[in-house]
């Protein structure tokens, strides 16, 4: 029997540098925040990476939203799910970059709306996230660690139809 090599080991599988922010919420506006367990009090929206890059955007929002809540878009009645139209390009912070091909330094996130009835339970992943809260826009902004995620909520408003 001969020593494994490096060669024998299955190849690293990376992150794609095109990701989704989905920013879920409720008709009022109320935003669901999801503190990350890789990061203690380090809050956010559900993000993700596409798992191929032939994934379309909307699938890769919809399966990261399932992953990381729970929610299953297509049995909650009243769900609906949004491209905004904005793409934000940005540096992947340092402490994640491994996560990444080598050389690879900036990601491209997609920004999704997600609008959901009050109420709907949420299912964390326990590996991803330690608690998540439901937060007036304004202060789920406050919240964000990452200034991409605050500046899309506080687009929000533009997003949804006014309340009557």
């Known amino acids: 029997m001969s020593a494994r090599t490096d060669q024998d080991a299955p190849p690293a599988s990376y992150k794609i ?4 922010l989905v920013l879920i919420h409720t008709p009022a506006l109320q935003v669901l925040m999801l503190e990350r367990a890789d990061r203690p009090g380090f809050w956010q929206s559900v993000t993700g990476s596409k798992d191929s890059p ?6 890769t929002a919809e399966r990261e939203v399932q992953e ?10 009243g769900a609906a799910l949004r491209d905004w139209g904005l793409a934000n390009h940005y540096e992947i912070y340092p402490v994640w970059r491994h996560r990444y091909a080598p050389g690879v330094t900036h990601n491209t996130e997609h920004v999704f709306g997600l609008t959901v009835p009050a109420g709907t339970p949420v299912r964390l992943a326990p590996r991803e996230h330690l608690q998540y809260r439901w937060l007036p826009w304004r202060e789920a902004a406050d919240l964000c660690f990452s200034p991409s995620n605050a500046e899309a909520i506080l687009q929000l408003p533009r997003f949804v139809p006014a309340l009557s």
Not at 17 to 20: D, I, M, R
Not at 54 to 59: K, R, T, V
């Open 54 to 59: 032939d994934e379309a955007l909307p699938w």
């Open 68 to 77: 990381e809540t729970g929610i299953a878009l297509a049995s909650l009645p």
């Open 17 to 20: 540098p095109e990701s989704v």
